[in-house]
């Protein structure tokens, strides 16, 4: 089984949360933002709710949809 690996979390965003964690959800968000940051590709105001729908899967499922993005950011 495959789990969301940890992300580097700035001191700002650990003020925030007050157990220290950030939930496997906003980590994928976080991941998925990213992904679509790096292939160039702005999220437009109608992806915001595909991208949260998405980051509500297991990581897998998050890291295929990472996986294309960043593939079809090289084509």
Known sequence: ???TPELPIT???LQQ???GDLPA?????VMLYCALDAACVPPLL??????AT???LDYPAVRAVIDWVRSAGTR
Do not use: K, S, T, V
């Not at 109608?46 to 991208?51: H, V, Y």
């Open 17 to 19: 949360l007050p157990q």
């Open 54 to 56: 998405i980051a509500e």
């Open 25 to 29: 959800a906003q980590a994928h968000r």
């Open 11 to 13: 001191p700002l965003l």
């Open 46 to 51: 109608r992806d915001i709710d595909a991208i």
């Open 1 to 3: 089984m495959d789990i």
